[in-house]
């Protein structure tokens, strides 16, 4: 296994941190010591994930039988697909040092 465990594990996993991810970008993006052209990776990717969101509602991929519940799903997969890859990118962009100050605040509930 490599000591990284089954791949639903880590996907468990990842969605049980996915909150604190979330809170993490969103507090690093109002941070004003991270540079203005970093937090542009993170808007637009939240750009193309908005466009992706809009244009699939208009010609879905795929066939489903539930005329919201289909479509609402997979607009939600589609955005975690685009939005969680972007918020990764601009965290690990974003300077350490500021990053574990946010870490250490989320984790003790400030």
Known sequence: ???KGPKSLRFLRL???LPNFAKLAWRLFWDSR???YKKAVL???EIFAVLF???YFINPLD???LPV???TDDIIIGLLAISVPGAWLFIKLS???IVREHVERISSGQ
């Open 43 to 45: 808007v637009l990717f």
């Open 53 to 55: 969101a809009i244009l």
């Open 63 to 65: 066939l489903d039988f």
């Open 69 to 71: 519940i289909g479509k």
């Open 95 to 97: 300077p350490e040092h």
């Open 15 to 17: 969605l049980y941190h």
């Open 1 to 3: 296994m490599g000591g």
């Open 34 to 36: 991270i540079p203005i």
